[in-house]
């Protein structure tokens, strides 16, 4: 089975029903999969071949949706770029792509042979011949390259393919969304290049709405999911913080004109005050969802019934249809409570990196189990704990401290917003943990520092808390701590400040 005709089959069965919604703009099933065809018979049309790279740079919106899935329907392989990337970032990921072509709205950030730009789609699509575009792919050919976060060194494009694809939309069907109808509506207000686009397909096929809000806030949010009753929804972290912050979020949720049944988040640690104060106003809806570029979204879920107080912290469970294990340094499996790396396997994961085989062999072992570099452990009940990424752990007098701990001590303070914890050299611990915050209101950085005694062990305690205005984030709100050490240590360097250590551990 090829992507295409899953919308083939939605074109026929749906017909006349909306699938994507942006603002007044609808497109209905059939016009979609017309759409697309043509799309795709255009594109072969420039001289692009099976197998090319094209690059999409566009804004949340429908015409990235028919760009994609045109590009699915014609053999060629999408690349998918964030516009909120820097000019740098995205030159180079036009480049190492190798992209042919690139779709763009505005200025194209690097040269390629074909550009494409947004508004020549329409003349594009109507000049271009009817009938089905359906270029026929092996189901292990790319059918799309998606960066990595890039929290660590240069962003790696992991190779995705027709069959992990297809495997996702399983996964989501059987554990996210198994009730889906053709009533479902599935609201886009997180970048559909990344998380949110997996939400596509299996709404799709159920014959289920799409609608996307270009740009998030949570009045945008509220006001579509208002209006047009929308029954899931995907957001990072940051979203939920801002929209349960919002008192407007507890009047629509108590008004009763909220439909949502299920707000599925992940792609970075959430702190649990955060969740806690999501449920606490939103209700049981919330579903965590653990995975990574190289294992889209799918390598453990929290379901809405399992977010019950003491497991906040937990990732859930494996996915029915993904194997997941712990294992320690030489590779055997870890049980109850041991501390290991994570790793995943299944039909879901990436086939390899693209053009990067000795990270591919790091990552990806002989028997297709996928390295996740995430660190955790299993509990009595079957639920995996995520304690941090493995390049991220400090070590401070020869203990491990998990970043993530600390910060989500420091975010109990009512003052802190954000929170970046870190290890900087130091002659004394080999580490010592250093921690960034945002505050609210002012506040004092050694009353901050005071306030984590109660909760954290001596060695885990920062030895420095900052207050800065704004953390680094990349441009899909995930943290980037390795940007604050830089940062610290440059500024260090510069003062050649010597450290005073403090001797509380
Ligand atoms: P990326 O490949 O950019 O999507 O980043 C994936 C990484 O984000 C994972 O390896 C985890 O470290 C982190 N991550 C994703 N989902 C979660 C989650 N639900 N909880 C904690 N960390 C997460």
Known sequence: MQIGDLIRRAGRQFGAAPALVEGERVVTFAEFDALTDRLGHALLARGLEPGDRVAALLPNGIDGVVVYYAL?????????????????????????????????????????EITIPVDDLPSMIADAPDGPCDVRRDPDAPLRL??????????????????????????????????????????????????????????????????????????????????HRATSTFM???????????????????????????????????????????????????????????APLAITCLQPWEHTPERLTAAGKPYTFVEVDIRDAEGRSLGVDEVGEVLT??????????????????????????????????????????????????????????????????????????????????EKWGERVTAAVVTRTDADPEEIRGFCTDRLAGFKRPKTVEIWAELPTSPVGKSL???????????????????????DA
């Open 345 to 426: 396997r299944g039909p879901h994961t990436m086939d390899r990196y693209w053009r990067r085989p000795e990270a591919t062999a790091e990552t990806k072992d002989a028997d297709g189990w996928v390295h996740t570099g995430d660190i955790g452990r299993w509990d009595a009940e079957g639920y995996l704990h995520l304690l941090d990424r493995r390049h991220d752990v400090i070590i401070s007098g020869g203990f491990n401290v998990y970043p993530r701990e600390v910060e989500d001590a420091l975010l109990a303070h009512p003052a802190v917003v954000e929170a970046a914890v870190v290890g900087l050299p130091d």
């Open 72 to 112: 699915a329907k014609s053999g060629l392989v999408r690349v998918p770029l964030n516009a909120r990337e820097t000019r740098h970032e995205l030159a180079f990921k036009i480049e190492d792509s190798q992209a042919r072509a690139l779709v763009v709205a505005g200025d194209a950030p690097a040269p390629v």
């Open 146 to 227: 998606a960066y990595t976060g890039g929290t660590t060194g240069k962003p790696k494009a992991v190779v995705l393919t027709t069959r992990s694809e297809l495997a996702e939309v399983d996964n989501f069907l059987v554990d996210l969304l198994p009730n889906l109808r053709p009533d479902s509506v599935m609201l886009h207000a997180a970048p559909i290049t990344h998380g949110s686009g997996a939400f596509f397909l299996p709404h799709l096929v159920k014959g289920a709405a799409n609608v996307i809000v270009p740009k998030f806030s949570p009045a945008a949010f509220l006001e579509a999911a208002q209006k």
């Open 236 to 294: 990072v972290p940051t979203m939920i913080g801002m929209l349960v912050e919002d008192p407007a979020t507890a009047a629509a949720a108590s008004s009763g004109d909220l439909a949502l049944e299920r707000l599925c988040y992940g792609g970075a640690p959430i702190a649990t005050t955060v969740l806690q104060r999501g449920i606490d106003v939103l209700g049981p809806v919330f579903t965590q969802l653990y995975g990574q570029a190289e």
């Open 481 to 503: 701590r390795r940007e604050v050490r830089d940062r610290m240590l440059s500024r260090a360097e510069l003062a050649g400040a010597r450290h005073e250590d403090r001797e």
